[in-house]
């Protein structure tokens, strides 16, 4: 099962080593990894997305605390939170296959950035799971290049479930 | 900052550079010692310690200066130090901080890098010092200004010798060595507290003690954190209030008196068959400071299968890794036996207890003692009695280090000393002139093999150079031993490559380094040879001829359920049959 690990670490030098340095020595399955600062500079979240059993991701969040700079984490499959990511893509078009593109774009609330005769470059943010449907529709045209971030994720305020590790 | 603060600063505070800094701060914490290995990029460091208070040793290789750090701290439960120059220096120390890391050694590390501004160019003597010693430190951190040294100085400390101990390693660029700065009072570290604070008492202290009273056949299974916590006290009074059985892991040998009518002396691979068959009957096991490990339990499913398994540690990742268990505790073991022993009923001892001392008599260590020839677990047992089980002793890895564990069974805390989890040849002689520093007049005897003490040999310059007694048995089989023993038992007979086919003379390797050596073939020789150890003040050597058939009995072959024990009847010798049940000597 996927969980999403919200990891609040000291934002310097080798954190990050520390981090993913951890998962291939212990060999944790890794789908996403993204970090980046907080609204205090002298912290960053990483968000994880790893597909563990419940016991392994308990071992895993045990672990990391173990770091040194790991102020705290969160497992936010246990609670309601907003999880996005950003995929960027260009697909290549002709004139009569742009009219069908465009409306693909429209259905998924995505993004123009830019265009040429040949091809269509479009940005998307999402929650992974429409994402994955969006690069699936798109497939069936040629993706000439594509990046997408991993998740990152915020609990809601109002959010109701408990977390039940500290 | 209030004024008064302000002024003492302006008044006190006055410049020193980053090396100065770091060894006062070492010495504020109340580091005495070193060991280390001076080099290019280490040098400003050496400098401000030669006239400094810190005591340092002079090593032959850094791999010694790590091992005598992590012997020192096992023999004391201080902070072991450590000091190297760059690249190569730094290399050799990676065993050394793996295997302190592992079976939880408190070591720090302290290695000169090339100056800031050189760093990621490839030059002279650079490596990733901190990149390559990120899974095998507890703390880590490169240095890149001396305002910082004082701090990072004081987390690296606190760190390796908080909680679960473990290793910390400081990169020292030169020029941050001789930077100067007035940062270094009243310094405040930067990690939260929880990394380093006494951890509370969290989990299932109310059902762990309802079990121990309930319980009928209960077994404590101690490890390395029975040690560290300091909980020995503790042990033996619940193993006496409750009739408790003790088994021991390698690193848990001493934790509680090996000659204590409640202990069954080390299980696992190479564990006594009594003991292995208690966990086997029992109905509540309880890990106090041990992690299931692939040595103790080689079988996850068969381990202790009839009962309820019950864990204590300070590290909750140590909870369910390879054993998933009924209870448990997370907490330092000496302040959780605080709390569960007042509740625990007292008991008189019953069945459980006689059933016990019935397997011991049943199942006794046993070997064949031979005609005339010199039987390693014989020459260990009357080290024992020569010694009163009273001797500090340091092994390396293999038969040697097994014999050691099953025929010497020593009955204090840091009173064994050797390499566990990581299983280091090499361990031994520097691990034991480290010791021998840290315990002062006690004996200090290393039991090595003709293998292993190849590895740091070297070494022996550094105690005839600084005075260390460290008192050296060398069991030689003509063989890597448990390697032999290995392919004798699993490949065939196939003996690939652990012939040491030439072996020095080990009487003029002593001589040439001026140290009195002995060497002792028969068994009636054993008398003479232990009282010239023993007599000796210097450093010396005693070299054990002893038969290369010889295996470590009993065995559970690793991944094997208990019933695939081997045990010496295996050899089918029709000789002369001599038993030891060790902890009733
Ligand atoms: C550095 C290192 N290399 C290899 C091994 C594998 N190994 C384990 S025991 C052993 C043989 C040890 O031989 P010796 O020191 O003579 O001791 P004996 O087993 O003969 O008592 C070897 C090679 C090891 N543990 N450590």
Redesign the interface.
């Known amino acids: 099962m996927k969980h999403t690990l919200s990891v609040l670490v000291?934002n310097h030098?080798?954190v990050l080593?520390?981090v993913s340095?951890l998962f291939t020595?212990r060999g944790y399955n890794i789908d996403s990894l993204s970090v980046g600062e907080t609204d205090n500079p002298e912290e960053s979240i990483i968000t994880l997305v790893v597909d563990e059993e419940p016991?392994m991701v308990?071992?895993i969040e045990?672990?990391l605390?173990?770091l040194?700079?790991?102020?705290s984490i969160e497992d936010l499959t246990k609670k309601e939170s907003l999880q996005r990511e950003l995929v960027i893509l260009t697909v290549k078009t002709s004139k009569d296959k742009r009219h069908e593109i465009l409306g693909l774009v429209d259905v998924f609330k995505a993004t123009i950035v830019d265009m040429t005769d040949s091809a269509i470059m479009i940005e998307m943010s999402s929650n992974p799971r429409r994402i994955d449907t969006f690069i699936r529709v798109f497939s069936e045209y040629t993706i000439l290049k594509m990046a997408r971030t991993g998740t990152i994720a915020l609990e809601f305020p109002s959010s109701k479930l408990e977390n039940t590790k500290k | 900052m209030s004024k008064e603060k302000k002024d003492s600063k302006l008044s006190n505070n006055i410049e020193k550079n980053g090396a100065r800094i770091m060894i006062d701060t070492l010495l504020e914490n109340n580091i005495e010692v070193c060991w280390g290995y001076p080099g290019g990029a280490i040098l400003p460091f050496y400098d401000a310690l030669m006239h400094s208070k810190l005591k340092h040793y002079l090593v032959r290789h850094e791999q010694g200066a790590v091992h005598a750090a992590q012997g020192y701290a096992r023999a004391t439960g201080k902070l072991g130090v450590c000091i190297t120059t760059s690249g190569p220096g730094a290399t050799n120390i990676m065993t050394g901080l793996a295997d302190a890391k592992m079976d939880s050694t408190p070591v720090l590390a302290v290695t000169g890098q090339v100056a800031c501004a050189d760093i990621g160019s490839d030059a002279f003597q650079e490596v990733d010092t901190y990149g390559m010693t990120i899974p095998i430190t507890k703390y880590n951190a490169l240095l890149k200004s001396a305002d910082d040294v004082a701090r990072v100085t004081k987390e690296a400390i606190t760190i390796a010798l908080s909680g679960r101990p473990g290793t910390s390693l400081i990169d020292f660029p030169k020029d941050v060595q001789v930077g100067l700065s007035t940062n270094y009072k009243n310094i405040k570290m930067r990690i939260p507290d929880y990394h380093f604070k006494n951890p509370p008492i969290e989990g299932d202290v109310d059902k762990l003690i309802s079990a121990i009273n309930k319980a009928e056949k209960p077994v404590l299974y101690v490890g390395g954190g029975a040690i560290t916590s300091n909980a020995y006290n503790e042990i033996k009074e619940l193993a006496e209030k409750a009739q408790i059985p003790v088994v021991s892991t390698l690193m848990g040998l001493g934790a509680f008196a090996g000659n204590h009518e409640l202990s069954l002396g080390m299980l696992g691979m190479h564990g006594t068959a009594y003991a292995n068959k208690a966990v086997m009957e029992c109905d509540l096991i309880i890990a106090l400071g041990a992690r299931f490990d692939d040595r103790v339990a080689g079988n996850t499913s068969d381990f202790a299968k009839k009962a309820i398994k019950a864990q204590i540690d300070i590290d909750p990742a140590e909870i369910d890794k390879r054993v998933f268990v009924d209870i448990y505790i997370s907490a330092n073991l000496k302040e959780a036996l605080k709390k569960i022993n007042p509740h625990i009923k007292k008991k008189t001892s019953g069945s459980w207890v006689s059933f016990i001392q019935k397997l011991k008599k049943e199942n006794p260590l046993k070997f064949d003692l031979g005609k005339g020839e010199i039987k390693p677990q014989y020459f260990l047992h009357e080290l024992y009695k020569k010694t009163k089980g009273d001797a500090v002793i340091v092994t390396d890895v293999g038969q040697h280090q097994m014999w050691s564990a099953q025929y010497y069974p020593v009955k204090h805390p840091r009173q064994f000393i050797t390499s566990g989890g990581l299983g280091t040849m090499g361990y031994g002689l520097p691990a034991a002139i480290g010791a021998k520093i840290g315990v002062g007049e006690k004996p200090v005897i290393l039991i090595s093999g003709d293998g292993s003490i190849q590895m740091n040999i070297q070494e022996l310059a550094t105690a005839k150079m600084h005075h260390i007694p460290v008192k050296i048995v060398i069991f030689n089989n003509g063989f890597l031993g448990m390697v032999r023993q290995w392919q004798e038992l699993f490949f065939e007979k196939r003996f690939s490559h652990s012939i040491m086919g030439y072996n020095p003379n080990f009487i003029k390797i002593a001589e040439a380094y001026d140290l009195k050596a002995k060497r002792i073939i028969k068994k009636d020789e054993i008398e003479e040879g232990l009282n010239f150890l023993l007599e000796n003040n210097d450093a010396c050597i005693l070299e054990v001829k002893i038969p290369c058939a010889e295996k470590v009995y009993p065995m559970i072959p690793a991944g094997a359920k208990y019933e695939s024990i081997i045990d010496y009847e295996h050899d089918n010798s029709k000789g002369n049959l001599f038993t030891v049940v060790p902890n009733n000597p």
Do not use: A, C, P, T
Request: charged share 30%; proline share 0%; no cysteine.
């Open positions: 000291k030098y080798g080593s520390h340095g020595r016991h308990l071992q045990k672990q605390y173990k040194v700079d790991v102020i």
